[in-house]
């Protein structure tokens, strides 16, 4: 099955890198993550930048290129960057803002309503959340209003999962990645997601894995291959995330 991995990093210390809370991710160039998924259909992707790359944005160009036309970026960007700066990461590839509400390195989540619409508005970019979805409460109302979200990693939580579910009713998007990171039932937890919004889920690697308990393995995928028909895991690990980050326009 072709595969849209949603969701994975490009480590390259050709750039630069910043220590997180007193973690240093591992060297993952493209060359790696290559080998890493030769044995899968990956038929394109969306490479999201770590709390440890900050706002660089020379690393992410420069993978995109390496990957293609086929792979989107997803970016960190400080409020006060340009409309012009905006259309030029749009004309090379990036196609998300990200807020990493869970590590930092991004701009601050009181910014999300005001920099989340003017992207949308500016070049059609939906916004990401690495956040608990037990902070969720916080923002309802914000995220409602907006046009286009999507939250990483199952929302993280078992007592955040009603609020993920919730915010899955009203438009949001839900990433089914990093299974190791997460304290709750994954295939159940996906089962409501898809039931709530069939076109919700989007499966990625999460590869390198960096400070996850247990890296990616290919029986991740099994996983959602038990759980779901081939009509279901046609959208989860193809439709759904391609048409999300217009990779068709």
């Known amino acids: 099955m072709r595969i849209f ?10 750039y630069e890198i910043h220590e997180n809370n007193g973690y240093w991710p591992p060297q993952y160039d493209v ?11 990956i038929a394109g ?9 900050g706002f660089d944005q020379d690393y ?5 290129e390496q990957l293609g036309p086929r792979f989107a970026g997803v970016t960190q960007l400080p409020m006060s960057t340009s409309d012009e700066e905006i259309i030029r990461l749009d004309k090379q590839g990036v196609r998300a803002l990200c807020f990493n509400v869970k590590r930092g390195g991004s701009e601050s989540l009181k910014n999300l309503e005001y920099f989340a619409q003017r992207v949308y ?21 914000v995220i409602h209003r907006l046009p286009a979200i999507s939250i990483d990693h199952l929302g ?9 579910l919730d915010a899955v009713d009203h438009g949001v998007r839900v990433k089914a990645t990093g ?21 919700a889920l989007m499966f990625g690697t999460d590869l390198p894995s960096t400070r996850a308990p247990h890296p990616f393995s290919v029986e ?29 326009r």
Not at 121 to 141: A, K, T
Not at 235 to 241: D, L, R, T, Y
């Open 5 to 14: 991995d949603a969701h994975f990093h490009i480590i390259d210390y050709d």
């Open 31 to 41: 060359e790696q993550y290559r080998s890493a998924t030769s044995d899968l259909e």
């Open 45 to 53: 992707g969306a490479v999201v930048s770590g709390s440890f790359q």
């Open 60 to 64: 992410l160009i420069d993978a995109l």
């Open 121 to 141: 508005d500016l070049v059609g970019w939906h916004s990401e959340l690495y956040i608990d979805s037990q902070q969720l409460p916080d923002i309802s109302r």
């Open 156 to 164: 993280l939580s078992k007592e955040g999962l009603p609020h993920l």
């Open 179 to 199: 299974f190791s990171r997460v304290n709750l039932d994954v295939a159940k937890a996906m089962q409501q997601i898809y039931e709530t919004n069939p076109d």
């Open 220 to 248: 991740d995928i099994h996983l959602i291959e038990d759980t779901f028909d081939a009509q279901a895991c046609e959208k989860i690990f193809w439709e759904n995330a391609h048409e999300w980050y217009r990779m068709g």
